[in-house]
């Protein structure tokens, strides 16, 4: 005698269903593969960062700055500026557009003055002589709005005259 079953089940509910051959599909393992490599190799961001230079007007300036970012990371920017000659105003000029939806936490040393013009952000140092160094390092976010990143120069200057720029691009993905 065979045991009745329960309303809604069936013998057809006992035979064991026979597995999908589920196998991943070449094109699938080579876009999985691509994606590993160029995250190897910092296309998205996590890399070390690119160091920008210029020599000009008596001033070495170096630039260390991420050239990509996703959004909402932390990143650092370190300026360094070598004088040859006396510098009576020295002023780190950041465009405008290089900080659009950027978070700056800390800039480190403190400027001894801060301005904004309308097309630059402007740190103020101490007098420099021939042969300084003046060392900044700015800690900043990524803003979650911002998209596709920003563009913008960052100069030395002697009050208002250029000494030396180098470009501030910094891309962000999502």
């Known amino acids: 005698m065979r045991a009745a079953f329960p309303d809604g089940i069936s013998e057809d509910h006992l035979a064991v269903p026979r597995p999908r051959s589920v196998h991943p599909t070449w094109i ?32 070495d300036l170096s630039v260390s700055t991420p050239r990509t970012l996703r959004n909402g ?5 370190q300026i360094g500026v070598i004088t040859r000659r006396p510098i009576a105003q020295p002023t780190i000029a950041i465009s405008v557009s290089s900080l659009r939806d950027l978070t700056i936490n800390t800039t480190m040393p403190a400027a ?17 002589a021939p042969g300084d160094t003046l060392t900044v390092k700015i800690d ?10 920003t563009e913008g120069r960052l100069e030395v200057r002697d009050g208002e005259a250029v000494l030396a720029s180098v470009p501030l691009n910094i891309r962000v993905l999502p």
Do not use: C, M, W
């Open 28 to 59: 699938g393992l080579l876009l999985l593969g691509a994606i590993l490599v160029a995250s190897l190799f910092g296309v998205f961001g996590g890399h070390r960062n690119d160091t920008l230079t210029q020599t000009a007007n008596g001033v």
């Open 73 to 77: 990371e932390f990143f650092e920017i």
């Open 112 to 128: 001894t003055g801060e301005k904004v013009d309308e097309n630059a952000y402007l740190l103020e140092y101490d007098p420099l």
């Open 140 to 149: 900043g976010q990524s803003n979650p709005t911002l998209f596709a990143g």
